[in-house]
């Protein structure tokens, strides 16, 4: 780093980055990737080759095709990092999205045959050769940060006061974005529920299957109570991200879970248990209920069994202590249902009063913030069934023990981050009322 910036050193930098967050020092991870940004702009990687005038002359194709390369890998892991552990974006579109024509080696790199290095001996393995598609994954992947970005910087970055008409427009219209992106996927890339039945794909297009489903999750999670298309998008996301971590399990068992692949887990629980929780009564969707259970316990068995990063025990802990907070909040309910709704002591002015450089709100985080270790255990009964290769058939009753150090970054506290986990769900009186619905559900 004494030698001065350059694209090698910032490509250990984003390197070091991902290695620091996925063994749990995201404070470090977060310092690697800032220096990574800035060597790059540092650099001035971050104009566009058409703004550049006669300055462009001096790099040969190459290398402005390597530069585009390095920009979106920065900017791919800006918008990870912001997703994963709830920290605002740094960088912002400003360099035309790549093709697999733009980047080095494009065609070569997707034309290579993928070799599985650690996998479950299955017939699959030798009768199927995948092509790995790394430049078209990239490519896909640039476009679906740029979608995320916008929902995080819409509904997760800012308060939302007299935006009712405009929040419920920008939903249609991610969606339809959404969609969009889905539908131009060769099925190479794009995993749907009918096709998904063989083998799992390369992990990293698995990784991008997973990652656009989190996506639309955190785009519909906040309007579930509103809207019910938004309530059934996130119930099917919530379903394919189980999918693929059958897949998963069933080729390369429960190792090898990456630190994205944890998080995009972790969103789909949240689902689970509002599914569960909504349902588990006779006025509820049994069917729903028992299926939302076991994804529950799948998720939980795989957050218990993958080691590969800490973030997994505390998504355990997590998601457990939010199941028992909706259950206990449920059954006061039914003991006493003309009881007050009790309101989180989030305010629309600690929102207001946050400084426009930091996400007002974070329920994002994979590795949430929160200010106690505890013990939380799972009351659900366990479900049987044969989808998740008997995963989910051991009894999870037994009380999680996670000893693992949770940071604690103290400007996320006290107004913005309850002990419970309860704000990841996006249901607390201040998104309620920035879109001023009177007939809100109330989980509280």
Known sequence: MGKGSSIPTIQGLLVFSARECACGRVSQGWLYSGMAFRMMRDLGIDVSPKKLGHLAKQFSEEDLAVRQQVFWSCYTWDKTMSVCVGRAAVLHCSVELPTSDTLPFGREA????????????????????????????????CELSFI????????????????????????????????????????????????????SPPLHILLLNLTYHAATILLCRPYRTVQQTAKEKCTKASQMVDTLFILHVKRFGFRYV?????????????????????????????????????????????FRQANSTPAAARCAATISQLFQRQKTSKQNEKLNPTAPIRVDPLTTDAVANSSAQEPAVTPLAANPPLPTLYQAQVTAEPITTNDHSGAQDRNLTEPFDFSLPIETPLRWLPENVQDDGSWMLMTDVNFNRDFEFPSMAEFS
Do not use: M
């Open 148 to 199: 995320t970005e916008s929902i995080l910087d819409t509904l997760y970055s800012r308060p939302h006061s007299g935006q009712q008409e405009h929040l419920l427009t920008y939903l249609d219209t991610t969606l339809q974005r959404l969609q969009s992106w889905a539908d131009r996927l060769p099925p190479e890339l794009f995993i749907k529920e009918a096709g998904a039945t063989i083998v």
């Open 258 to 302: 990456t630190y994205l692949q944890t998080y995009t887990l972790f969103v789909a629980c949240t689902i689970n248990v509002l599914d569960f929780t909504e349902n588990d009564d006779a006025a509820g969707d049994s069917k729903l209920a028992r299926e939302a259970n076991a994804r529950l316990h799948f998720g939980l068995e795989i």
């Open 110 to 141: 997707d034309d290579e045959v993928w070799p599985p290095t650690i996998t479950n001996t299955s017939l699959a393995d030798g009768l199927v050769k995948q092509k790995a598609l790394s430049s078209a994954r990239f490519v896909a992947y």
